[in-house]
């Protein structure tokens, strides 16, 4: 059974940092990609960063280029996001998704942590 567990979720100041983790099982990530998603109250979810199962190389959204890093533990089935310099308007929920490389639409995904910037 394919599950996606997310935790390191808080509430944090302005300019601090926190990692999310997100746990794989049921599948290894060798064959999976895996991608960070968020939402806002009110908005729309988007995607934040991702990783290639293939080669590990990633992608960042604008918004977050440059002070977020996505990686991952391939033998603790684990995929990280290291948020730095956090900015109130990264409040959302964070999700960890995963699809197989050859598919365009994430199928599993966890069910989030909260995350808040606030002072």
């Known amino acids: 059974q394919v599950q996606l567990v997310e935790s390191g979720g808080g509430l944090v100041q302005p300019g601090g940092s926190l990692r999310l983790s997100c746990a794989a099982s049921g599948f290894t990530l060798d064959y999976y990609d895996i991608g960070w998603f968020r939402q806002a109250p009110g908005k729309e979810r988007e995607g934040v960063s991702c990783i290639s199962s293939s080669d590990g190389s990633t992608f960042y959204a604008d918004s977050v280029k440059g002070r977020f890093t996505i990686s991952r533990d391939i033998p603790k089935n684990t995929v990280y996001l290291q948020m730095d310099s956090l900015k109130p308007e990264d409040t959302a929920v964070y999700y960890c998704?995963?699809?197989?490389?050859?598919?365009?639409?994430?199928?599993?995904w966890g069910q989030g942590t909260q995350v808040t910037v606030a002072s």
């Open positions: 998704a995963a699809k197989r490389a050859s598919q365009r639409e994430y199928d599993y």
